[in-house]
């Protein structure tokens, strides 16, 4: 006599064998974005710190930041010199430099990820802009860098402060 369990058995044991092991996948894409927003996190950290080396370790050698705003109603894309800028928050400055996130999105394909986010700058406890960042990182053999970071920047009487 055939055990009538012993088909249904086979067949759930060769589910799972030939299933792909979903905790991996599913861990996987959830490190990868901890570790993207980690680097940005590092990034602010060590702006607020006015640690330059703690924001040069961020960032992929050719970085670059871009910048877009309107002057006299008129759209404005200007380049700031990265290396200027590292340098920058390593000098005194007498109010934290103090840039807060919120509705974080991030997007990972292989090595490539970006970062959508709203933010509001602060000079200490004074709100001085706000707008949107857009990062773009590589992952490289020593982890996510920061290749380029692109910002819209509103004035602070327009600001809707959210997060």
Known sequence: MINPLRPTLVLATLA??????ATAQDAAPHADEEAVVAVIVQLFDGM?????????RTLA???????????????VL????IGRFVEAIGEPHD??????????E???DQNLATVWTQYAFYLGEKLSHCGVDAFQLFRSSDGWRIFQIADTRR????????G
Request: proline share 7%; hydrophobic share 40%.
């Open 78 to 81: 200007r380049t700031v010199d």
């Open 16 to 21: 799972v064998w030939l299933a792909p092991p």
């Open 155 to 162: 004035s602070a009487d327009t600001c809707d402060i959210g």
């Open 95 to 104: 109010e934290v430099w103090d840039e807060r996130l919120w509705d974080i």
């Open 106 to 108: 991030v997007r990972i």
């Open 48 to 56: 607020r710190a006015g640690d330059s080396a703690m924001v040069r």
């Open 61 to 75: 050698p050719e970085a670059r930041l871009v910048g877009t705003s309107a002057r006299d109603g008129e759209p």
